[in-house]
């Protein structure tokens, strides 16, 4: 069976890969993903306030006078709690590169202008395949308008893209007051894809302590819906790759994103719950259904259930409302 996709100008054997997360800090893990059949490595991110941190902690040192202290240090943020600080991203991507054949995506998570988006051309510099720009990001300031922030996002895309040459993926979330016509503005100035989309971990009120907790809850294929919906909105109809990212657990979710529009799944919850291993099961399960419902390849069925073979996507998307509404009486 036919599995191959085309992801950021990349022709993979099969549209599953990890995404973003700590699963590719080991290379050992990083090996298994390969051998288990990863049609790439996605990198978690590095954060623009790491990177910020290092630029302003250097140019103190520059400027520092003769009679400082080195008390003065402590003037400077908090030392990293990432598990890899940004010249250590650099040379794991090195080492990434040493270990496994398929594209390293690396990724970039950041929300205003600024001199780290430079750090994207080193990035290319030190092997990196293609860059995911993640704009995780919650707007809590009452005087920023939407277009301050859908613009503050173009301007980064377009300032990667002057810099670099290699395919750069927006990883969105779905907050935004027109979605459609925000991804094909990305896609304008430069989005070579999207995925869709970025988890928010919501914070938890801890009612004894007066503090605000932090949670992590891995995702289920409950998730998956809001996806499925902006997938089958935007495929066809933006000139950008689409990726899926949150809520794919079985073949049969993946079955369900590529029929939407989905040129890749990335796979996180999954494989911190069942190792790196179910990649090799979910490749086995996707060629079997695809078998079973006569299909030659996955191309065949890309896109199949997407808004763009409807006439009316706005109208019915309406009526779907409607008879949804309704069914709760019926």
């Excluded at 938890?204 to 996806?227: F, M, Y």
């Excluded at 040129?263 to 695809?290: F, K, Y």
Aim: charged share 20%.
């Amino acid at each position: 069976m036919d599995l191959s996709t085309t992801y950021l100008g990349f022709r993979l054997p099969h549209p599953f890969m990890p995404g973003a997360s700590p699963l590719v800090d080991d290379l050992d893990t990083v090996r298994r993903l390969e051998d288990a059949g990863a049609a790439a490595i996605v990198m978690h991110s590095l954060f623009e306030e790491q990177i910020t941190r290092e630029q302003v902690a250097v140019a103190r040192y520059l400027d520092m006078p003769g009679e400082s202290f080195a008390e003065a240090l402590s003037y400077l943020p908090n030392p990293d709690s990432f598990a890899l600080g940004p010249e250590e991203y650099l040379k794991h991507i090195h080492k990434l590169k040493a270990v496994v054949s398929i594209p390293v995506i690396a990724s970039l998570n950041g929300t205003t202008d600024g001199g780290w988006l430079g750090y994207a051309r080193l990035l290319e510099g030190a092997g990196a395949d293609a860059l995911e720009l993640n704009v995780y990001a919650l707007a809590t300031d009452v005087n920023d308008s939407s277009e301050i922030l859908e613009r503050r996002t173009l301007h980064m895309v377009e300032a990667i893209k002057r810099s670099i040459g290699i395919p750069v993926a927006v990883k969105l979330s779905p907050f935004y007051t027109s979605l459609a016509g925000f991804a094909r503005r990305l896609a304008e100035s430069g989005a070579d894809g999207l995925v869709l989309f970025n988890r928010f971990y919501q914070p938890d009120i801890d009612t004894e302590t007066l503090e605000v907790s932090p949670t992590l809850r891995l995702s289920d294929s409950s998730e998956l819906l809001l996806r499925l919906r902006w997938l089958a909105i935007l495929s066809g109809r933006v000139g950008a790759s689409l990726a899926v990212t949150g809520g794919v657990h079985t073949a049969l979710d993946a079955v369900k994103s590529v029929m939407a529009g989905a040129d890749a799944v990335q796979l996180v919850s999954t494989l911190l719950r069942h190792g790196p291993e179910r990649l090799t099961t979910l490749r086995h399960d996707l060629a079997l259904w695809l078998e079973e419902h006569e299909y030659d390849s996955l191309e065949q069925m890309k896109g199949s259930m997407s808004l763009l073979r409807c006439p009316n996507p706005a109208a019915h998307e309406r009526a779907n409302y409607m008879t949804i509404l309704q069914s709760w009486w019926g």
